[in-house]
């Protein structure tokens, strides 16, 4: 199955997607899960907007918003990435905006596996994950392909 990259409205930006691809089944694997379509739409503030408003009935602007379609233990769904406010956001927490990309890349597939984010402690939590699989990420950067 394949994760695939799209961008709309916006630059595509400097990833590469066969590694990030790799880094994702791998922390897919951690929590015991393979990866069945995954696909993953950067766009900018406004296509996000609409998104937002449409299919969850919210009208405000996010980073990131994932449609899970996972069966069992099989990782699937649409993830869509504002890279507008992935770059306000890596600005807002002094990041660099690689980190914060692949933050929200990441961040995806982890409510996918199951995390969620929704009290204080589940954020805790999200966040730890989101920093041990971005160390993990280094390894797919530095590997020789």
């Known amino acids: 199955m ?3 990259f799209h961008a ?6 400097a990833i590469d997607k066969k590694k990030v691809a790799d880094w994702i089944r791998s922390v897919a694997k951690e929590y015991g899960k393979s990866t069945g379509e995954i696909t993953y739409l950067f766009c900018n503030d406004e296509k996000m907007l609409a998104v937002n408003r449409q299919f969850l009935n919210h009208d405000y602007y996010t980073d990131i918003i994932a449609f899970d379609y996972s069966e ?3 990782l699937s769904g649409d993830i869509f990435i504002s890279t507008d406010t992935v770059c306000s956001n890596a600005q807002l927490y002094h990041t660099s905006l690689q980190e914060e990309l692949h933050r929200v890349i990441i961040h995806g597939i982890l409510h996918f596996c199951g995390m969620r984010d929704d009290s204080e402690q589940e954020e805790k939590a999200m966040r730890e994950a989101e920093n041990r699989a971005l160390e993990k990420l280094s390894f797919y950067y530095l590997r020789e392909v």
């Open 72 to 74: 069992e233990d099989c």
């Open 8 to 13: 709309e409205g916006v630059d595509f930006p």
């Open 2 to 4: 394949a994760v695939t």
